[in-house]
């Protein structure tokens, strides 16, 4: 060792510290733009209509079957802060499973979603919507039109909650509010939903 030391100071104010923490960070800040691109690209090349909303849109595509209630389901979604689209037959294959695709209006990742409106009372209503959901698409989409309970609705959530089911969205008095397994589990659960 020489007589004179040299002395570094490392500063990394990003939390950067090897190659991978790098890429990885591009490609958070990146993955977006990246996946908001694809979206416009795959709209350009098809036949659709577009009804715009505030906070997000509605895309039916050409040949694209759905209800009044889902397209109802739709519009209020749109306050969420997700892109709903219709996609066509053939998008969904030769058996409709999903009603619609999500698409948050921030980061552009696609979901397949179920619609579901809630005009029962009951818990044992909320779960038979729920595991019947669950049989189309990991993210339910529920939409709650009566004045079911607090206590009901959660128990129907807890009682027809399956490992299917990735999250639900709930449109609870106006709002919309986000739930995964530990959420619905929690007691926080009835403190979000008065």
Same mark, same amino acid.
């Given at each position: 060792?020489? %007589?004179?030391?040299? #002395?570094?100071?490392? *500063?990394?104010? *990003?939390? @950067?510290? !090897?190659?991978?923490?790098?890429?990885?960070?591009?490609?958070?800040?990146?993955?977006?733009? &990246?996946?908001?691109?694809?979206?416009?690209?795959?709209?350009? %090349? /098809?036949?659709?209509?577009?009804?715009?909303?505030?906070?997000? =849109? @509605? +895309?039916? #595509?050409? $040949?694209?079957?759905?209800?009044?209630?889902?397209?109802h389901i739709a519009e209020k979604l749109t306050t969420a802060g997700y892109h @709903?689209?219709?996609? =066509?037959?053939?998008?969904? $294959?030769? !058996?409709?499973? /999903?009603?619609?695709?999500?698409?948050? !209006?921030?980061? +552009?990742?696609?979901?397949?979603?179920?619609?579901?409106?809630? *005009?029962?009372?009951?818990?044992?209503?909320?779960?038979?919507?729920?595991?019947?959901?669950?049989?189309?698409?990991?993210? &339910?989409?529920?939409?709650?039109?009566?004045?079911?309970? !607090?206590?009901?609705? @959660?128990? $129907?959530? %807890?009682?027809?909650?399956? %490992? /299917?089911?990735?999250? &639900?969205?709930?449109?609870?008095?106006?709002?919309?509010?986000?739930?995964?397994?530990?959420?619905? *589990?929690?007691?926080?659960?009835?403190?979000?939903?008065?």
């Amino acid at each position: 060792m020489s %007589r004179y030391s040299v #002395m570094f100071i490392y *500063f990394d104010p *990003f939390g @950067i510290k !090897t190659f991978s923490d790098l890429v990885s960070n591009l490609s958070k800040k990146a993955a977006p733009a &990246i996946r908001k691109r694809g979206f416009e690209t795959y709209l350009s %090349r /098809n036949i659709h209509q577009v009804y715009p909303y505030k906070q997000g =849109n @509605i +895309y039916v #595509m050409s $040949g694209a079957k759905y209800s009044e209630t889902e397209f109802h389901i739709a519009e209020k979604l749109t306050t969420a802060g997700y892109h @709903i689209m219709f996609p =066509n037959a053939g998008d969904l $294959g030769k !058996t409709r499973k /999903n009603d619609v695709y999500l698409y948050d !209006t921030k980061i +552009y990742v696609q979901y397949k979603a179920e619609l579901k409106s809630l *005009f029962g009372t009951t818990a044992d209503v909320v779960k038979s919507r729920l595991i019947c959901g669950a049989e189309q698409a990991s993210i &339910i989409v529920y939409d709650v039109q009566s004045s079911i309970s !607090t206590q009901w609705f @959660i128990k $129907g959530l %807890r009682q027809g909650w399956s %490992r /299917n089911i990735r999250k &639900i969205l709930v449109n609870w008095h106006g709002r919309w509010h986000e739930f995964k397994k530990d959420d619905v *589990f929690s007691r926080e659960i009835h403190k979000i939903l008065k």
